[in-house]
């Protein structure tokens, strides 16, 4: 009898193992969370300005090899 009340906590610890798992996870979560420094509202503003900018730039740049490529298809007759 008295292993069977043994397996029985054995069953509930291993039961409630990953929820004591999640718990400490999210526990150690708030405390980094905590320790981050967050941007200010100017340096969010101006890293999206760069950003912004930064893909308008790369758009731009294939838009242009986009063009070129086809026109030196063209001169090939490898497109209409």
Request: glycine letters at 4%; hydrophobic letters at 60%; a positive charge.
């Amino acid at each position: 009898m008295a292993t069977a009340k043994a397996q029985g906590a054995g069953f509930l610890s291993r039961l409630a193992r990953p929820f004591v798992n999640l718990w400490r996870f999210l526990k150690d979560v708030r405390a980094e969370l905590q320790r981050v420094v967050w941007p200010s509202h100017e340096e969010t503003y101006s890293f999206t300005v760069v950003v912004v900018l930064a893909v308008a730039v790369v758009s731009a740049w294939v838009a242009i090899l986009d063009v070129v490529c086809m026109q030196v298809m063209r001169l090939l007759g490898l497109a209409h």
